[in-house]
């Protein structure tokens, strides 16, 4: 019997507002219209149980979240999500297109909010439980001019309501990660239209033999 091939798991990243969510619904309709057989999920959350723990994560309220309990937090979130959605549909051979994930913690938790770099690595080995990431797309747009586009902060929504200043070091944190994951992590360049971005995400994606 021969083994059934693993499906391809793709992350998409940015800083807020640079448009992953945008260019994530534009794939799922390109998807659709050409006939790729895709799942599109998104982080923190993806499950009930995973969703229940966003809200808590992002909830303005929350003002005396400890930074290291953030953490546990979106890494519990990953483990629910990766293990009861993530690898069952990558083991069934589905393509998986995540909108952020390990990289997101990384420039956010670890760059930004400065928590242990090596830490973090363990506990999104944890989480993502060897789920191998085929490819990520890291959308790469000033991050004041993704805050403009958005509109500027929502301040009840706890990440967003940071400085410019942290936001720019998620930014720095996230080019010091494709700098690191040159195999892995593609940037493409998200100043553009949405239309201009999407033709270059999925010129990469063909390049890339994932579509
Ligand atoms: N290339 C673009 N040019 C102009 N506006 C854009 C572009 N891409 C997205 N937008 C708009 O910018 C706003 C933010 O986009 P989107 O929600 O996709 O960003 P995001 O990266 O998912 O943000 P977040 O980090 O908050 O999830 C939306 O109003 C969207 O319509
Ligand atoms: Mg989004």
């Not at 720019?168 to 360049?189: H, M, Q, S, T």
């Amino acid at each position: 019997m021969t083994k059934r091939q693993f499906g391809k798991f793709i992350t998409v990243e940015g800083c807020e507002g640079v448009g992953k969510s945008t260019q994530t619904r534009l794939l799922k309709e390109y998807c659709q219209r050409e006939g790729v057989d895709a799942y599109f999920t998104r982080e923190p959350g993806g499950t009930p149980v995973a969703e229940r723990i966003r809200g808590l994560i992002l909830d303005g309220a929350n003002t005396g979240m400890d930074a290291f309990c953030e953490l546990l937090l979106y890494e519990a979130a990953r483990r629910q999500h990766t293990r009861e959605l993530i690898l069952p549909l990558l083991k069934s051979g589905k393509t998986v297109f995540c909108d952020r994930y390990i990289d997101s913690t990384l420039a956010y938790q670890g760059y930004a909010r400065g928590l242990s770099g090596a830490k973090i690595r363990t506990l999104n080995e944890w989480a993502s439980d060897g789920a191998p990431i085929a490819l990520t797309l890291f959308l790469d747009a000033d991050p004041v001019a993704g805050f403009i586009r958005k509109g500027g902060a929502d301040k009840t929504d706890r990440l967003e309501a940071e400085g410019a200043e942290f936001h720019k070091r998620v930014y720095e944190g996230f080019l010091r990660l494709a700098a690191d994951n040159p195999r892995r992590v593609v940037k493409i360049d998200a100043s553009g239209t949405k239309e201009e971005t999407h033709g270059k995400i999925v010129a990469v994606l063909k390049q890339k033999g994932i579509f």
